[in-house]
């Protein structure tokens, strides 16, 4: 009996460090700078700043990981990079990145802490107390850092989330904690009848209005600050929630299903964008690993598709409906009865 390879748990325990070389790239602003054209290892750690033996072992790892290429002693960006990995992209995940790299990766380190208390680890690694939002958005730099991470993600399932469904008997969509619009645009572009409204905190709508400008839909986005918890709600015929339902706990998931229940008219409907675990809990594995980061980092978690009916039918829908895209971000239709 040939014995098993221990080549699997090896990729796993070492895929931390694959993970902090990118990070760390982005941080120190390499893929920004090869941007403009291929450098050999010492240009960039003169223009870095950093250590020449230290930066070229970076570079090499990068190179390794297809981040970069290496060719005639000078790195460039591959592909990937390029539309990924510099700040200057249209679809640059480099937002969630920086967040991943300054929060999560610190936060992580305190997982077992977390499985044994059940509770996020924001003060045990910083000393901060109280909602994690008011740390998300304490400096305008660290507010547009996150928000930006997530229209990296968003702009690449918003387009399958909002064509997963016939929006077409619509009129009004709006998104509630919509950060930089991008479902609303995606939906605004996809389906020519609909309006849209971006809804957020006022901090957040500037960094949007700035999106919503670059679209061909913008003469039908509107954008309108407030709080989905408090306060009226936008008058519209679709609401979507993408990535909220996952950062709460049951009770203020009842609440703010239930003011957009309300606030709904007859056969009004709501869109919903999150990962979707399956119903047999096996997967999938990017599923899994978002609910332990919402254990470490929120007082959520990600639910089945059963789940989601089970909390959306509490607060009154009919109809619930769900999709896999395929993509980062699953989609469910739940329509007023």
Request: contains cysteine; charged residues 25%; hydrophobic residues 40%.
């Amino acid at each position: 009996m040939t014995p098993p390879d221990p080549a699997y748990i090896i990729d796993l325990m070492e895929g931390f460090r694959r993970s902090k070389a990118m990070f760390a790239a982005v941080s120190l602003g390499v893929f920004d700078l090869l941007a403009e054209g291929p450098l050999p290892a010492g240009e960039i750690a003169a223009r870095l700043k950093t250590n020449s033996d230290a930066t070229r072992r970076l570079l090499e790892a990068c190179a390794g990981l297809k981040l970069l290429t290496l060719s005639a002693g000078q790195f460039a960006n591959s592909p990937d990079a390029d539309a990924f990995l510099k700040t200057s992209s249209d679809r640059a995940l480099t937002g969630y990145i920086l967040y991943s790299n300054d929060a999560l990766f610190q936060m992580w380190s305190h997982l077992e802490d977390a499985i044994r208390e059940g509770t996020p680890r924001w003060e045990q690694t910083f000393g901060w107390p109280g909602p994690i939002f008011e740390h998300f958005f304490s400096t305008p730099e660290k507010m547009r850092t996150f928000v930006l991470g997530m229209h990296g993600q968003g702009v690449s399932t918003s387009p399958d989330v909002v064509r997963a469904f016939d929006l077409s008997g619509f009129t009004t969509l709006a998104d509630l904690g919509a950060a930089t619009g991008h479902l609303t645009i995606a939906a605004c572009e996809a389906w020519p009848n609909l309006r849209g409204i971006v809804f957020d905190m006022e901090k957040v709508i500037s960094v949007a209005r700035e999106f919503v400008g670059k679209s061909p839909a913008r003469d039908r986005i509107s954008l309108q600050a407030g709080d989905f918890f408090e306060g009226d709600l936008p008058p519209a015929d679709l609401y979507a929630l993408g990535r909220i339902l996952h950062d709460w706990r049951e009770d203020k998931i009842t609440l703010l299903l239930g003011r957009i229940y309300s606030a709904l008219p007859p056969r009004g409907a709501l869109l919903i964008a999150e990962k979707q675990l399956f119903e047999d809990r096996t997967g999938p594995v990017g599923a899994q690993m978002q609910s332990l980061n919402m254990l470490v980092c929120t007082e959520g978690k990600e639910r089945s598709f059963s789940e989601y009916r089970a909390l959306l039918e509490k607060a009154g829908f009919a109809k619930v409906e769900g999709k896999r895209t395929g993509k980062y971000l699953d989609a469910i239709l739940a329509r007023k009865s």
